[in-house]
């Protein structure tokens, strides 16, 4: 029978007091990043909320925002104007007459559409050692007295 693994709730101590499993973690609890914390640290950011004013709105120390939600905080602004720009064209296609005024609101306060960007030009081929001493052996009798002799 000692050699039995019990089930926990039948499983003593040293001192013969049933073992009982752990409710709480120790330590201080991880902070939960959320789809709606995010959203809320973009908006408080775009809003122009410093990053000590934000992580003691959300509740927590401002290196965990730092590590958490630096993408929001670097590009709150854009990601919010993103989101708005986003519904409004929602709207827009569904026939909303306001909505497609402001679009071309935002289209003529931005100026011109983005410039496409152009292609980048291809690399050339990069040779290793032995090729590159291989092609220009082929090539090295030409334009000399030996090319004439050899071919």
């Avoid at 499993?21 to 120790?26: F, G, H, Q």
């Avoid at 011109?112 to 050692?129: F, I």
Wanted: charged share 30%; net charge positive; with cysteine.
């Amino acid at each position: 029978m000692p050699d039995e693994i019990l089930p926990l709730t039948q499983q003593v101590d040293l001192f013969g007091d049933p073992v009982l499993p752990i409710k709480d973690r120790r330590g201080r609890p991880s902070f939960a990043k959320s789809k709606e914390n995010q959203e809320l640290v973009s908006l408080l950011r775009a809003a122009g909320w410093t990053q000590a004013r934000i992580a003691k709105y959300i509740g927590c120390d401002e290196k965990t925002l730092r590590k958490n939600f630096s993408r929001e905080l670097e590009h709150g602004l854009d990601m919010i104007e993103g989101m708005a720009l986003e519904v409004t064209f929602k709207k827009m296609k569904l026939g909303n007459s306001v909505a497609i005024s402001r679009i071309f609101d935002v289209i003529e306060k931005q100026g011109k559409p983005a410039v496409p960007l152009q292609p980048k030009p291809e690399k050339e081929e990069r040779l290793g050692k032995k090729e590159t001493a291989n092609r220009e052996a082929q090539t090295a009798h030409e334009g000399t007295e030996w090319g004439t002799l050899l071919q």
